[in-house]
């Protein structure tokens, strides 16, 4: 079975914006359903009119190539090279639109896309379209349509599709109807949400209460649309999880952990299982749990002085003292004394003896003259420190205010200074040959359950693995690294000083920001801070203001923290799977995380393939976080999340897929869960009650429960590492004769992508990779309407391509799979 270095430049694939998404049939697509009952009329004239995708530079070319006359009416949209869309042309005309620049980028007249593989946003542009219906019908497709139960509560949970999503007005309406059970009727009509975001139609969904599972659902647009798809099980059925072996050992951790318990507690693991175990030191110190000494002084307004030492506060800074100083004498130039660690400014005074030194003047004084204690010294925020600056009432101490302990702030001294964060690797053969997985927990300082619930993991695996045979496989087969907390100075301070702190402590603020005031709103956050899809780049969610919650830093990788997750992978290229655990949410991510607002231009959506293999780890890892307490994190909560929450720009996600092929997972533990007695769903928070009520939000509870989702991630890893089989894929229908146009589509044995051909090519890494007909959907349908042979190949998420077809080089044997549609003449 031929094994190919599966990540194939990602980023490089055809700039294909749009579309994408499910597999396999998770869906609730009813295969007989809107493929068949779609009616569709045809061009008249196919041979000379054509459908082609066509790149536009920018506006002003789209301005002159509609003057020429083209109609170019049809799925326009933003792509960052230009603008992409679609024409209707003649051979001709294609020589036309080339000789004004346009770029024409696929023009195949075999076969063309049905319309259930049409219209809406962001249709792949793999291939194109010899003919396209004249009529546009509005048509309705189910993407997901999902039964769970939590808590002896049914629930439905539906998405769909109207491809007259984006019209505003008016705006299309949807309702969805379900069956009581196999052959009952439809009823019970509700109104399904319209979702927008960043301008975008996404597609209409809800989730139900429901008593009885139907099995069927019916969903209906108020401009005509129509389609019924069938209910699938949503996390129902889980497995039996470790924890029901009864020799095996859980619930190791006893509360709420900082990292010096944390980093102390890897380290005495490392030494108790030197065999399975070990330290790994990630090579940038942290900036460090300090800060700067400050001291706001003269006045308020236009007359106040910001100050801050040139030393940390632990170094010396704390033990300033600053004073300004009245004199009784008239017309006194400003001076500046300075004995061991006191700082006296004598102000000037003006002919009557009074005080007359701004603030402008007194800053300055500080900056330069205070033999180097204090080397920032400013006006307040924006101001211009024109103000008399009033003397001070004696001498004024500076402080990082870090001894100001927060209330119920654990016992003990914070080490001050830079931090050097261990990597606790665990695996019986850590030589690189097994596949690595990266659990990174609290990026985000006060997300205190990612650390408890990473901790418990590790844990879990040193204590079962001479007694569980199922621990004992994964120690076996798999090369895990724990960063237990990568934000140690963060979380230290949401431990002792502030408990919301979401960012590390790095000051990149100009002064206007600067004050003490600001102190709690320093920081970068660190999952911002990366080289994919950034902020930088132009991608939503990263903020360019210091004392923003998602502040992206002064470049990309700007912080340590960062730079050690990528050295870490650098130096593991074993590491083929990564959690970046947060909390609180209840959610599960994978790529595409972020986007260009103008456009909503998400970052390269996964190939099928792997967008099926996320579908089907997640579903296997959020089976075990059901199977402790019945918590069902929802799918509306499941996916790419900037499809189904936001953009993160510059989040470590992106980067790690797209730059190492990393299946890259993003979790959000805690959150919701439902309260039967209430019948709502209840919120979580980032530091629940540790013994919180356990059927609700618990810290306790939810490090369980998620810690049990992380143990089969890893198992999702150990059967990765051991996949040599390959996949298989058919065509659907098959070769054959038809008497008329034919709906295909493919088929796989197991999550993997086609690449494909229509044109008698032999196909290869660079064919057209076989797509979902819109983002979290199943695969699209082609319309075949012309005689055509199909070439294809598969590769499953390991890298096993199907008949060990060899897709890189001239391959005699051609065992790559073919079949041909052939359509009867009239
Ligand atoms: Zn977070």
């Known amino acids: 079975m031929r094994h190919i270095q599966r990540r194939i430049a990602l980023l490089a694939l055809p700039a294909l914006v749009g579309s994408i998404l499910v597999a396999t049939g998770p869906a609730g697509a009813d295969p007989t359903g809107p493929s068949a009952a779609t009616s569709r009329s045809q061009p008249e004239d196919r041979e000379s009119v054509r459908l082609v995708q066509i790149r536009l530079t920018g506006a002003d070319m789209l301005d002159k190539v509609a ?104 705006i299309v309406g949807m309702q969805v109807e379900n069956d009581s059970g196999k052959g009952t009727p439809f009823g019970f009509a509700r109104t399904m949400s319209r979702f927008v975001d960043s301008g975008q139609y996404m597609f209409h969904r809800n989730l139900f209460k429901l008593d009885t599972r139907p099995t069927r659902i019916q969903v209906t647009s108020s401009t005509g649309g129509v389609t019924t798809g069938v209910v699938s099980n949503w996390l129902e059925n889980a497995p039996p999880p470790l924890t029901a072996n009864p020799s095996y050992k859980s619930d190791f951790v006893d509360g709420y952990k900082h990292p010096q318990q944390l980093y102390s507690r890897a380290k005495e693991i490392a030494r108790q299982y030197p065999d399975i175990a070990e330290i790994v030191y990630l090579p940038n110190q942290t900036n460090g749990y300090q800060r700067k000494a400050q001291a706001q002084l003269g006045g308020t307004g236009q007359a106040a002085v910001v100050a801050t030492s040139a030393a940390w506060g632990h170094e010396g800074g704390n033990e300033i003292t600053v004073e300004f100083v009245d004199r009784p004498d008239a017309n006194l130039p ?161 431990f002792y000083n502030f408990a919301s702190q979401r960012k590390n402590m790095t000051n990149h603020c100009p002064d206007a920001s600067a004050d003490p005031a600001q102190r709690n709103s320093w920081g970068v956050d660190l999952n911002r801070n990366y080289r994919v899809g950034s902020g930088h780049d132009g991608y939503a969610g990263g903020s360019t203001n210091c004392v923003s919650g998602t502040y992206q830093g002064p470049e990309e990788l700007s912080e340590p923290e960062s730079k050690n997750i990528i050295w870490l992978v650098e130096k593991y290229s074993n590491i083929k799977f990564m959690m970046s655990v947060h909390s609180n949410g209840g959610q599960l991510f994978w790529q595409p995380g972020a986007y260009i607002a103008d456009g909503r231009i998400t970052t390269p959506r996964p190939p099928l393939g792997d967008e099926a293999f996320y579908w089907q780890s997640a579903a296997r890892i959020l089976s075990q976080v059901k199977a402790h307490r019945e918590t069902v994190v929802t799918p509306e909560n499941v996916g790419g999340s900037s499809d189904v929450l936001y953009s993160s720009a510059g989040n470590v996600r992106e980067d790690l897929y797209y730059t190492y092929g990393i299946y890259a997972f993003g979790w959000e533990v805690g959150g919701s869960v439902y309260n039967p007695a209430t019948g709502n769903w209840q919120g979580g928070s980032f530091q629940p009650e540790w013994t919180g009520n356990p059927e609700l939000v618990s810290g306790h509870a939810e490090t369980m429960e998620y810690a049990n989702g992380i143990m089969e991630m890893f198992r999702v890893a150990a059967d990765w590492g051991k996949d ?18 034919v709906d295909v589509r493919f088929e796989t044995s197991e999550p993997a992508t086609i690449y494909y051909t229509t044109d008698g090519s032999r196909p290869t890494l660079e064919s057209p990779r076989y797509a979902a007909t819109e983002f979290r959907e199943p695969g699209q349908v082609f319309h075949v309407t012309e005689t055509t042979t199909f070439r294809w190949f598969s590769v499953d998420s390991a890298g096993n391509i199907e008949k060990n077809y060899d897709p890189t080089k001239k391959d005699k044997r051609n065992n790559y799979r073919t079949a041909t549609i052939t359509i009867a003449k009239k």
């Open 334 to 494: 400003l001076a500046v004394e300075v004995t061991g660690k006191a700082v006296r400014v004598l102000l000037a005074t003006d002919a009557a003896g009074a005080p007359a030194s701004t603030a402008t003047q007194v800053a300055d004084a500080l900056r330069t003259r205070s033999a180097g204690l204090i080397d920032r010294a400013h006006p307040y925020r924006t101001n211009e420190g024109s103000g008399i600056v009033a003397p001070t009432a004696g001498p004024v101490a500076l402080t990082d205010f870090l001894d100001q302990k927060r209330v119920g702030a654990p016992e003990g001294e914070v080490p001050r200074g830079p931090a050097t964060i261990p990597v606790l690797r665990i695996g019986k053969h850590r030589d690189g040959k097994k596949p690595g997985v990266l659990i990174q927990a609290q990026d985000h300082a006060r997300e205190w359950v990612p650390a408890t619930t990473s901790l418990e993991s590790a844990e879990r695996l040193v204590h079962n693995y001479r007694s569980d045979r199922e621990t004992k496989k994964i120690v076996e087969n798999t090369d895990i690294f724990f960063i237990l907390s990568n934000n140690p100075d963060g979380a230290n301070y949401s």
């Open 724 to 741: 040599k089989k390959d996949p298989t894929s058919r065509l659907i229908p098959g070769d054959g004769k038809y008497r008329g146009p």
């Open 67 to 170: 003057a020429a006359g083209f109609d170019l009416e049809h799925g326009l949209r933003r792509v960052p090279t230009g603008i992409e869309g679609e024409a209707v042309v003649t051979a001709e005309q294609v020589t036309e639109l080339t000789a004004m620049g346009v770029e024409v980028l696929a023009d195949d007249a075999g076969f063309a896309w049905s319309d259930q593989a049409d219209g809406g946003i962001g249709v792949d542009a793999a291939g194109a379209r010899a003919v396209q219906p004249s009529n546009h019908q509005a048509t309705v497709r189910i993407a997901r349509a999902d039964w769970f139960t939590t808590k002896g509560q049914g629930f439905l949970y539906v998405e769909a599709r109207t491809t007259e999503g984006q019209q505003a007005d008016p």
